[in-house]
Nanobody, 128 residues
Framework: QVQLVQSGGGLVLAGASLRLACAVS????????MGWFRQAPGKEREFVSA????????YYADSLKGRFTISRDNAIHTVYLQMNNLKVEDTAVYYC?????????????????????WGQGTQVTVSS
């Protein structure tokens, strides 16, 4: 059984930076892409970013390009989300996730249904 444990997050002022981490255990990390999603109060969960197993392919929500960076360290089974120049509208609970079934299809990475295991969620609050 795979487990995803998140760390990072917190309360920051607009313009600040945060880094989220997601450590994967219980199953081989090899071969799996990873994704980040977020859910703001009263809104549906939305795609943030995804990264291929090798780390050479990354995807971002259009609105976040240039401010967020996804990366991974396969040696320690961890994926990161570096968030810079945070805005009030970035306030949300952030989740990491792994697609265990190796999904295919057009833009599969943006759909939360493509992912099978999720982290516990991390609150990120950005104040003005």
């Amino acid at each position: 059984q795979v487990q995803l444990v998140q760390s990072g997050g917190g309360l920051v002022l607009a313009g600040a930076s945060l880094r989220l981490a997601c450590a994967v255990s219980g199953r081989s990390f090899s071969g799996y892409s990873m994704g980040w999603f977020r859910q703001a109060p009263g809104k549906e969960r939305e795609f943030v970013s995804a990264i291929s197993w090798t780390g050479d392919i990354t995807y971002y929500a259009d609105s976040l390009k240039g401010r967020f960076t996804i990366s991974r360290d396969n040696a320690i089974h961890t994926v990161y989300l570096q968030m810079n120049n945070l805005k009030v509208e970035d306030t949300a609970v952030y989740y990491c996730a792994v697609p265990l079934r190796n999904p295919r299809g057009r833009n599969w990475w943006v759909y939360d249904s493509s992912y099978d295991a999720w982290g516990q969620g991390t609150q990120v609050t950005v104040s003005s």
